[in-house]
């Protein structure tokens, strides 16, 4: 009863033991860590032409609580400060792209805090962390401050927007409205789709602007460092599966270019679910873990009690990535067995 | 009648999970995970001892209890029924499947004085439930308790090699990794209303 | 024997030596369960505290009749008991806590710190330091959930005991099952920095069940 | 042999003396677990009506979302100042338990929310007063849920439109039940001031 459960002895490890991606040196991962940030570029950008200073201090809030929360951990913990490898502030520019433009300010502080401190450092920093830090910290806001994580303001394209008009998300007004009532305020399909796909409308920071996440989800893609392994199959089937059950007049009158444009799916299918430390590592994995995210995400949408399921579906997920890996890894070896155990 | 058993299944097995919801069988999940193998073998003994724990208690509840007003007394009958039923589990299965009884036998004995064995007759009990809708509350619980047994040990294989702060390591990482999880799950809620 | 008993060691072994959540780390689901509240987690400690001084004393006073071969079917009775008595109390007096946690009083009867309790000590034991062993090791059982519910309550209702300090609801997530989780996990990981810091202690918990 | 005897003498005094003290507590905790559960009942009942100073007597029984709920007439000697029922709306997580009083020309006096289990911050503000006591004075039609602005319907609140509706529906069941109970002895006592 006395043994400790998990005897750690070396403090220092002169030699590591990680689970694969093996990133080779410090270089490496700043190199990416910098480039992703870079691709989210765009998309910043585009949220801050639509929601004015409000976004700027809402990035810029979580992007200093994120490095400070970082350098604060690694100096407790006695650890090199390694805030130039970029993963703190990819973490808060991430966590910033899934919060609302009016969220007041320690909204983002709090969110960055939990996704640092608890979600990475707790589990033994970089590389070893289960879940994505920035949506667990989304996720921690979210049901922390549940008010003030559900209004949104409208698209106001004036930088110094003060009064700006809350409105609920697309997704809620289909949830809750119906799709005639979303005709009604965006007129036609058409005009519905390109708004959709500019980003004007309400929503978090990052979700709105399809086509600025797609650039910079190219730019990421052309460099090989995400593939299609993930997010093909997560949009594929979220479009998919939102076709054949979202509609109310029964089977395959679902919407599946609104499904796939709304919400935080591109960002997240591009920009989170394609983490390298918190998904799987073996190919066939991560076309099941891009599925599951879809069906699951289409699941929370269409049946659970919140508009939108990316964050939670990519969580969820999260949470099976050991398995699928293990699963997969093994499965020429499984197959025979598992055969004869049916019959 | 139908949908209810069914509401009941999804329910007990995604949104009010054992443990990531009800903070029951905390013991077991925390103690067995530690290994793929045990989680398993926990996990299909832990299911099917519910699931007849759950009918027996409902016949004896039903038919004994409530006509005799001895409805005070579920505590120490509930246990005793389980605790006899494990029993005799354990002698039928070491005579009949040897092998088997290697492979799981030990987990029986943990189950006798386990909370969430005895928790789902309670429930039961406490909420009336009819015989399909107390086995399917059983089973619910059980493969999602199992669920959550296979994923915890998945995960902690991982974090096997992870540079956790020394005073974390063990139990309070394990917690903080359950509230993740827990987290993760609450995005199944408001799915059902019970 | 009487007079060789330590009456503090004993208390103080179950307050802090082995406690029963954070250093023994037995019994775990009420810790998480009750403790979204002070008042639920100090009546939880109270139901426990009760059960194990009396469970510990009728072992102790029937440990020479108890024949060692159904040694542990008697103490689990003897535990369903003293818990039937407690729960059927509390329904009557305490009406609006039995309606949250009824279930998890009910459950102490499955608490495997009652039993190793009345195993270790009570069945070797006089009835006046089991029932004091008893009584030690519920009041660090009350003191933990106490500390829990305190450190729960205030962030996330704003309150200590239901009532109104801060005035508002800081971080609502802390009466939710995963802020329950966070705390026990971040109380225990400060608990054994501190052991580690101050007391010199290993400052790893042991887990078990 | 000897020794089985032992054995089963002495597991049978301990069943004998455990059951003794099971009985003895049951026998002086459940009168009392009646009485406050009875009390607990009458003063539930008896905030909805606080003019009533009879006994308020159930008046009959109906059923919604399957489950049984009763109605109850308030009077004030011998004559009805009130009427409640218990009722339910499915939430968000839980089905939400409340009470409802309507005068005896049928226009909600009160309601209040028994129990229920929506989510922290979101559905509970149901519970808030400045949401329930938009129900006050309104009569059956105007027991709609609006989004937005509204001083003749209910008005929901952003973020916990579920559960407001849950309460609305809720709410509406119960007084339908108690217009089809008592609305024809309304309708003669309004016809009655006519002429």
Request: hydrophobic fraction near 50%.
């Given at each position: ?31 990416i ?6 691709a ?47 993963s ?40 070893y ?20 994580m ?68 190219a ?8 593939t ?44 989170m ?28 949408r ?42 | ?50 699931l ?40 039928i ?71 956790v ?30 | 024997?009487?007079?060789?008993v ?47 001084t ?34 059927q ?121 | ?7 089963t ?121 400045s ?36 309460v ?12 089809e ?10 016809q009655?001031?006519?002429?």
């Amino acid at each position: 009863m006395e043994a400790p459960a998990l005897a750690k002895p070396q403090e220092h490890p002169k030699l590591i033991v990680s689970i694969g991606p093996h990133m080779h040196d410090q270089e490496t991962t700043a190199k990416i860590m910098w480039t992703v940030s870079g691709a989210l570029l765009p998309a910043a950008l585009m949220s801050v032409y639509f929601f004015g200073m409000p976004a700027v201090m809402v990035i810029l809030v979580s992007l200093a609580a994120s490095l400070a929360s970082e350098a604060a951990v690694q100096w407790m913990l006695k650890k090199p400060v390694t805030l130039s490898d970029g993963s703190a502030f990819l973490t808060g520019l991430l966590l910033a792209m899934n919060l609302p433009s009016n969220a007041p300010l320690y909204i983002p502080a709090v969110g960055s805090f939990v996704a640092i401190v608890i979600t990475k450092h707790l589990f033994g920093g970089l590389g070893y962390n289960i879940f994505n830090p920035a949506l667990i910290g989304r996720a921690f806001v979210l049901i922390s401050f549940p008010k003030l994580m559900t209004t949104y303001v409208a698209p106001a394209s004036q930088f110094m927007a003060v009064d700006a008009k809350t409105t609920a998300t697309p997704l809620v007004l289909l949830k809750e409205e119906g799709m005639a009532k979303l005709l009604e305020i965006f007129h036609t399909k058409a005009a519905l789709y390109q708004d959709l796909f500019l980003g004007n409308r309400a929503g978090s920071l990052g979700e709105t602007s399809v086509i600025a996440l797609l650039l910079g989800a190219a730019f990421l893609m052309m460099k090989r460092y995400i593939t299609w392994h993930v997010p093909v199959p997560f949009i594929a089937t979220v479009g998919l599966l939102a076709w054949m059950f979202g509609g109310k007049e029964g089977l395959l009158s679902g919407d599946a270019i609104f499904h796939m444009m709304s919400g935080g799916l591109i960002l997240g299918a591009f920009f989170m679910a394609t983490d390298y430390v918190t998904g799987p590592s073996v190919r066939a994995a991560q076309v099941v873990f891009g599925v599951g995210c879809g069906a699951l995400t289409v699941l929370i949408r269409l049946k659970g009690g919140y508009p939108e399921g990316v964050m939670f579906a990519i969580l969820l997920m999260n949470c099976f990535a050991p398995l699928l890996d293990r699963g997969m890894k093994s499965r020429v070896f499984g197959k025979a067995e598992a055969k004869g155990v049916k019959k | 009648m139908f949908e209810k058993v069914l509401t009941i299944f999804i329910a007990s097995a995604l949104i009010n999970n054992f443990v990531f919801s009800r903070y029951l069988g905390l013991c077991i999940f925390f103690g067995v995970t530690k290994r793929m193998e045990t989680a398993v073998g926990m996990s299909f003994t832990f299911t099917a001892v519910m699931l007849i724990g759950a009918a027996l208690n409902w016949v004896i509840y039903e038919y004994v209890m409530i006509p005799l007003h001895l409805g005070f007394l579920k505590i120490v009958i509930f246990i005793g029924v389980v605790a006899a039923f494990v029993q005799a589990a354990d002698t039928i299965m070491k005579k009949v499947t040897p092998a088997l009884y290697y492979k799981l036998g030990i987990y029986l004995a943990l189950i006798v004085t386990n909370c969430i064995i005895l928790a789902v007759p309670l429930i039961n009990a406490d909420e009336h439930y009819g015989l399909f809708e107390s086995m399917a509350l059983a089973v619910g619980s059980g493969l999602g308790f199992s669920l959550a047994l296979i994923i915890m040990a998945s995960i902690r294989e991982k974090l096997e090699l992870a540079d956790v702060p020394i005073s974390f390591r063990g139990l309070p990482i394990s917690f903080v990794l359950t509230g993740l999880i827990a987290l993760a799950f609450l995005g199944f809620s408001g799915m059902i209303t019970l | 024997m009487s007079d060789s008993v330590n009456y503090g060691t004993i208390v103080k072994n179950g307050i802090f030596g082995e406690n029963p959540v954070f250093r023994l780390a037995l019994s775990l689901c009420p810790a998480v369960a009750v403790t979204s509240g002070v008042k639920n987690g100090f009546l939880m400690g109270v139901a426990v505290l009760f059960v194990m001084t009396m469970v510990n004393g009728t072992v102790s006073l029937l440990r020479n009749y108890i024949n060692p071969k159904v040694r542990i079917p008697s103490y689990m009775f003897i535990i369903a008991t003293w818990v039937t008595v407690t729960d059927q109390v509390m329904a009557a007096t305490q009406r609006a806590v039995y309606k949250d946690m009824g279930l998890y009083i009910m459950l102490i009867v499955a608490f495997a710190i009652v039993l190793s309790r009345a195993e270790m000590f009570a069945s070797r034991n006089k009835l006046l330091p089991s029932m004091v062993d008893g009584a030690a090791m519920g009041l660090g059982f009350l003191l933990a959930l106490v500390l829990l519910g305190v450190f729960r309550e205030f962030l996330g209702k704003g309150s200590l005991w239901g009532y109104p300090i801060l005035g508002q609801k800081p971080l609502l997530i802390m009466i939710l099952p995963t802020g329950g989780f966070f705390a026990m996990g971040l109380m225990m990981g400060w608990l054994n920095w501190l052991d580690r810091k101050f007391f010199g202690g290993t400052g790893a918990s042991s887990g078990g069940h | 042999m000897k020794e089985m005897l032992k054995i089963t003498l002495s597991l049978v005094l301990i069943f004998i003396g455990a059951g003794l003290i099971m009985g003895v507590t049951y026998k002086y905790t459940s009168p009392l677990r009646f009485k406050a559960e009875k009390r607990e009942k009458e003063e539930a009942l008896k905030q909805m009506a606080p003019d009533a100073t009879d006994p308020i007597v159930a008046a009959g029984k109906w059923t919604t979302h399957g489950k049984n709920f009763e109605y109850y007439t308030a009077t004030a000697s011998a004559k009805p100042v009130a009427y409640i029922s218990s009722t339910a709306g499915k939430g968000y997580s839980s089905y939400i338990q409340m009470l409802v009083s309507v005068d005896t020309d049928l226009k909600i006096r009160d309601v209040k929310i028994l129990g229920h289990a929506e989510t922290p911050g979101l559905g509970d503000q149901v519970e808030e007063k400045s949401f329930i006591d938009q129900f006050k004075g309104k009569s059956l039609p105007d027991i709609k849920l609006i989004k937005g602005e509204t001083k003749e319907n209910i008005q929901a609140i952003s973020g916990a439109t579920i559960s407001s509706r849950a309460v609305t529906n809720g709410v509406k069941d119960a007084v339908q039940t108690l217009v089809e109970k008592y609305g024809a002895g309304v309708k003669t006592a309004a016809q009655g001031v006519r002429k």
